[in-house]
T-cell receptor
Framework: KAGVTQTPRYLIKTRGQQVTLSCSPI?????VSWYQQTPGQGLQFLFE???????NKGNFPGRFSGRQFSNSRSEMNVSTLELGDSALYLC???????????????????FGPGTRLTVL | QKEVEQNSGPLSVPEGAIASLNCTYS??????FFWYRQYSGKSPELIMS????GDKEDGRFTAQLNKASQYVSLLIRDSQPSDSATYLC????????FGKGNQVVVIP
């Protein structure tokens, strides 16, 4: 079974631009979560989508948004890029249970290779 | 208080020894607990999940969970140079929260 794929793998943008990142989950997985990873802050949760609905959201400004399509593929958009947005953006997919906090292997998350975003 | 804390600094262990990693979490209602391994320049890889108190063994890895003490640990037996990586503890309630990770260096 193919793993999680993310495109593009690398991006260089300038301040003020916007960017769209794409994530294709493992076949059959309905939940996609997005994370930002930086050396200083570690892995920080951005948001989770399940069945095309945002189910959870982290503490990031509104410049960060996402969506999920009917085939479970997800996109993340960052508008008005800032230097501090330079990071590795990771998506993770899971089967997704009725509740994202449920005691279940349905919520085991598998990560894609990430998109390395550099903002100049 | 941070949601998930991994306080130990880099851990150097000789090949064949046991590496022990610890993690504490703040949300008492957390239901699911995971350990991820991340090699430099790569994305995290799920190596263990544990949902109930006690030990869970998978090959050379053993995860231990104590919900009363809000404590999760990972033991790596017979450590190999290929185990050299950063290990991330993750705790799930309604979303997955990660610790900052512990770097493990296995010395041949």
């Amino acid at each position: 079974k193919a793993g999680v794929t993310q495109t593009p793998r690398y991006l260089i943008k300038t301040r003020g631009q916007q960017v769209t990142l794409s994530c294709s989950p493992i076949s059959g997985h309905r939940s996609v979560s997005w994370y930002q990873q930086t050396p200083g802050q570690g892995l920080q949760f951005l948001f989770e989508y399940f069945s095309e609905t945002q189910r959870n959201k982290g503490n990031f400004p509104g410049r960060f948004s996402g969506r999920q399509f009917s085939n479970s593929r997800s996109e993340m958009n960052v508008s008005t890029l800032e230097l501090g947005d330079s990071a590795l953006y990771l998506c993770a997919s899971s089967l997704g249970g009725p509740s994202s906090g449920s005691h279940s292997s349905y919520n085991e998350q598998f990560f894609g290779p990430g998109t390395r975003l550099t903002v100049l | 208080q941070k949601e998930v804390e991994q306080n130990s600094g880099p851990l150097s262990v000789p090949e064949g020894a046991i590496a022990s990693l610890n993690c504490t979490y703040s949300d008492r209602v957390s239901q699911s607990f995971f350990w991820y391994r991340q090699y430099s320049g790569k994305s995290p890889e799920l190596i263990m999940s544990i949902y109930s108190n006690g030990d869970k063994e998978d090959g050379r890895f053993t995860a231990q969970l104590n919900k009363a003490s809000q404590y999760v640990s990972l033991l790596i037996r017979d450590s190999q140079p290929s185990d050299s990586a950063t290990y991330l503890c993750a705790v799930s309630n309604n979303r997955l929260a990660f610790g900052k990770g512990n770097q493990v260096v296995v010395i041949p």
